[in-house]
Nanobody
C-alpha cells in the first residue's frame, strides 16, 4: 500500500522560509516522478513543482519560479520543497503526489497523493 506523508508546514511571516518534506513508502519508486500541488480555500488544486526520478529535470509554476526549489533523495524516498520569500498568496494546503514517468501539471495524471500539510503566510 503506497503511502505519502507530508510534513514541515506551519505559520510563517511574509518573506520567511519553510521546507516541506514528503516521505513515500509501500513500493519502489524508481521511474516515478514526484510533485507538489497546493490548494487554497475556494480554489482548484494547482501544480507547484515537479521533479523526475533522477532529479535532473525540474519544473515550476510561474508563480513560484525563483522562490521555491524542489529536490528529492531517492535513498530515502523523500521529496522536498524549499520555499523562500514566501507571500500571503502562497497560503494553502500543500500536497505531494507521485506518478510513473515524468512530471506533469494536471492533477489527474497522478496516481498517489498525500494527506496535505497547511502552510499559512501572514502579512
Amino acid at each position: 500500500q503506497v503511502q505519502l506523508v507530508e510534513s514541515g508546514g506551519g505559520l510563517v511571516q511574509a518573506g520567511g522560509s519553510l521546507r516541506l518534506s514528503c516521505a513515500a513508502s509501500g513500493r519502489t519508486f524508481s521511474s516515478y516522478a514526484m510533485a507538489w500541488f497546493r490548494q487554497a480555500p475556494g480554489k482548484e488544486r494547482e501544480f507547484v513543482a515537479g521533479v523526475t526520478w533522477s532529479g535532473g529535470d525540474t519544473y515550476y509554476a510561474d508563480s513560484v519560479k525563483g522562490r521555491f526549489t524542489i529536490s528529492r533523495d531517492n535513498a530515502k524516498n523523500t521529496v522536498y520543497l524549499q520555499m523562500d520569500s514566501l507571500k500571503p498568496e502562497d497560503t494553502a494546503v500543500y500536497y505531494c503526489a507521485v506518478r510513473k514517468g515524468t512530471w506533469a501539471t494536471p492533477k489527474t495524471y497522478y496516481d498517489y497523493w498525500g494527506q496535505g500539510t497547511q502552510v499559512t503566510v501572514s502579512s
